[in-house]
Structures are given as structure tokens and as C-alpha cells.
């Protein structure tokens, strides 16, 4: 384990998440923003691509293991031990259930499933099944007691693509900043501390301290007319406010990266 960055705003440590997780103390971060791995079938299934003219394509597969229900039930511990609020994770739908039971299970609350709905999703290639057209995120908390978020009556439904850029990105999973500028707009507090410990290339430092609103949309369609102005004065998320942000990852590349992406940011944003 090596503390690869330290700045006053964000720490990212290197070593294994798993071993990384048990060293804290309880209770010590407001928030839990991440994106793990997922699962076996997912990890196997994008390391090949069969469009319908019968070619095969090999996309280069991920270069992490994919998560068991065991792994899951260790880190709905850690998360449920180390947060005092909210628990978002972003999951393969295969394991949405097994993520919420699993933080039931050992004492914190599921309390919704969210979607990334993506305005630009890869078409099914083999044309003989949908494609899949968003991203689930379970929305989880430490205690379920006293609960408050920065979004007032918003639904949990994010919409936008990915950052543009993407094809070229040196990180396969990289999610959108303007989603994770969102997600931690939304859910923590004022100076709250903020721990992702599947770090991949950083976005969730990038969505924390951009300085200004990325690019992305809710999706606040709603049936009650006597709600829409509320939701419309309401329309744009809180941004972060004076966040900090620790970060765990394993790969030196990706650790590489977010220290490279976390450098374009001004140095006074970086400052406390
Ligand atoms: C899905 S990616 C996260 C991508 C990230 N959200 C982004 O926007 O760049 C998961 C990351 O977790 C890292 N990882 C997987 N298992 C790990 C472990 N046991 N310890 C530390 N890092 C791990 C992988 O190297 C990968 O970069």
C-alpha cells in the first residue's frame, strides 16, 4: 500500500481494495461513490463482440477480475462499516440485487436502484436482442437513519452520454465526470469526504472539483403538473461543495492516468 497523491483535497492510494478497506477506522467517510468491477458473464461477454454478419471481434478484455457474490458481500461490509451516509455504486444489472441484499444483510439500507440512461448506447450487434440501453446504480446508506440529500424531489434517473473522447480512452470503464459531478453533488454533504475505492482513471475527482457544471441531464418527465414548476426551478443538480475525495486503485497505469487527469485541474482547486 503507498500513498501515490496527496494533495489537500485528494489522496490516492495504491494497493488492493480489499486490503485497503480493512486498515480504516469505522465510520470514516460521509459518502461512497464507486464503480467496481462486475460480474464473471459481463467481464467474459466484452471481450468479444459477434455483429450479425457473423464476424467475430476481440476487443481487448479487462485487465482486473470480475466480482463473485463472495467479493460483494466483503466490500457491502467495508462500505456499510466506513460510511456514515450514503453508499452509491455503480453495478452490472446481473448483481443489482445481490449489491442491495448484501448491504441489507450486514445492517445498512438499499434504498433505490438509479439508471444512467445513455443517450448514445452501443446498438446489439447481433440484432437478435435488445441492446443495452443504461447503467444501474444502487443507491445505499450506512445506518437509514436520517436521511437527507441535496436534490430535493428529483428521481434517481441520470441521462447523457459519455465524455467526449471516448473510443480513445486510455481506461476501458471510464464513467462520465458530468455523472459523478452529479451523483456527488447530490449525495454529499458540504465538505463531506468522498471514497472510491475502484478508482480506475479518477472521474470521480474530476466530477468532484470541476470547476464548473459538465455537460449530462435528469431526466425529470413527471405526471404531476402541480410538481413541474418545482421541478423545473429544481432542474439543475447541486454541484459539489468543497468536497475531498480518497481514492484507491491498483494498476499503475490507472493510477498513471488519474494523476495526469487530476493535474489539468487548477492547483487552487486542489487546495483546501
Ligand atoms: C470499472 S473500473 C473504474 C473506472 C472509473 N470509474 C473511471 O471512470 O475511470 C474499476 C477499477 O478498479 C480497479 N480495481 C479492480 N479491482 C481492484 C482491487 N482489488 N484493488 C484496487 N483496484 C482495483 C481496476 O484496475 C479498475 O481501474
Same mark, same amino acid.
Given at each position: 500500500?503507498? /500513498?501515490?497523491?496527496?494533495?489537500?483535497?485528494?489522496? /490516492?492510494?495504491?494497493?488492493?481494495?480489499?486490503?485497503?478497506?480493512?486498515?480504516?477506522?469505522?465510520?470514516?467517510?460521509?459518502?461512497?461513490?464507486?464503480?467496481?468491477?462486475?460480474?464473471?458473464?459481463?467481464?467474459?461477454?466484452?471481450?468479444?463482440?459477434?455483429?450479425?454478419?457473423?464476424?467475430?471481434?476481440?476487443?481487448?478484455?479487462?485487465?482486473?477480475?470480475?466480482?463473485?457474490?463472495?467479493?460483494?458481500?466483503?466490500?457491502?461490509?467495508?462500505?456499510?462499516?466506513?460510511?456514515?451516509?450514503?453508499?452509491?455504486?455503480?453495478?452490472?444489472?446481473?448483481?443489482?440485487?445481490?449489491?442491495?441484499?448484501?448491504?441489507?444483510?450486514?445492517?445498512?439500507?438499499?434504498?433505490?436502484?438509479?439508471?444512467?440512461?445513455?443517450?448514445?448506447?452501443?446498438?446489439?450487434?447481433?440484432?437478435?436482442?435488445?441492446?443495452?440501453?443504461?447503467?444501474?446504480?444502487?443507491?445505499?446508506?450506512?445506518?437509514?437513519?436520517?436521511?437527507?440529500?441535496?436534490?430535493?424531489?428529483?428521481?434517481?434517473?441520470?441521462?447523457?452520454?459519455?465524455?467526449?473522447?471516448?473510443?480513445?480512452?486510455?481506461?476501458?470503464?471510464?464513467?462520465?465526470?458530468?455523472?459523478?459531478?452529479?451523483?456527488?453533488?447530490?449525495?454529499?454533504?458540504?465538505?463531506?469526504?468522498? /471514497?472510491?475505492?475502484?478508482?480506475?482513471?479518477?472521474?470521480? =475527482?474530476?466530477?468532484?472539483? =470541476?470547476?464548473?457544471?459538465?455537460?449530462?441531464?435528469?431526466?425529470?418527465?413527471?405526471?404531476?403538473?402541480?410538481?413541474?414548476?418545482?421541478?423545473?426551478?429544481?432542474?439543475?443538480?447541486?454541484?459539489?461543495?468543497?468536497?475531498?475525495?480518497?481514492?484507491?486503485?491498483?494498476?499503475?497505469?490507472?493510477?498513471?492516468?488519474?494523476?495526469?487527469?487530476?493535474?489539468?485541474?487548477?492547483?487552487?482547486?486542489?487546495?483546501?
Amino acid at each position: 500500500m503507498k /500513498l501515490a497523491l496527496d494533495t489537500d483535497r485528494v489522496s /490516492l492510494i495504491q494497493g488492493d481494495s480489499f486490503k485497503v478497506l480493512e486498515s480504516f477506522t469505522a465510520q470514516s467517510f460521509d459518502t461512497i461513490v464507486t464503480d467496481p468491477p462486475y460480474s464473471p458473464h459481463t467481464h467474459k461477454m466484452l471481450g468479444k463482440e459477434r455483429p450479425a454478419d457473423g464476424r467475430q471481434i476481440f476487443r481487448k478484455e479487462l485487465d482486473f477480475p470480475p466480482l463473485t457474490p463472495d467479493r460483494i458481500a466483503e466490500l457491502a461490509y467495508q462500505f456499510v462499516r466506513l460510511a456514515r451516509g450514503w453508499i452509491i455504486v455503480f453495478v452490472d444489472w446481473r448483481q443489482t440485487g445481490t449489491w442491495g441484499n448484501a448491504i441489507e444483510r450486514v445492517g445498512g439500507e438499499w434504498i433505490r436502484v438509479g439508471a444512467w440512461v445513455k443517450t448514445s448506447p452501443m446498438p446489439q450487434l447481433t440484432g437478435d436482442r435488445p441492446a443495452t440501453g443504461h447503467e444501474e446504480i444502487v443507491i445505499g446508506h450506512a445506518t437509514g437513519e436520517g436521511l437527507a440529500w441535496n436534490a430535493k424531489g428529483r428521481p434517481c434517473t441520470w441521462r447523457g452520454g459519455r465524455d467526449a473522447g471516448y473510443g480513445d480512452e486510455p481506461h476501458p470503464n471510464q464513467k462520465p465526470a458530468w455523472l459523478i459531478q452529479s451523483l456527488i453533488g447530490m449525495f454529499n454533504p458540504t465538505g463531506g469526504i468522498v /471514497l472510491d475505492p475502484f478508482f480506475g482513471s479518477g472521474t470521480t =475527482a474530476i466530477g468532484a472539483f =470541476a470547476p464548473e457544471r459538465l455537460e449530462g441531464e435528469m431526466l425529470l418527465e413527471t405526471s404531476c403538473k402541480a410538481c413541474a414548476k418545482k421541478h423545473l426551478e429544481a432542474y439543475h443538480p447541486p454541484l459539489p461543495v468543497d468536497a475531498r475525495v480518497v481514492g484507491i486503485e491498483g494498476a499503475q497505469k490507472y493510477i498513471d492516468l488519474s494523476i495526469a487527469r487530476i493535474n489539468t485541474l487548477s492547483p487552487s482547486v486542489l487546495a483546501a
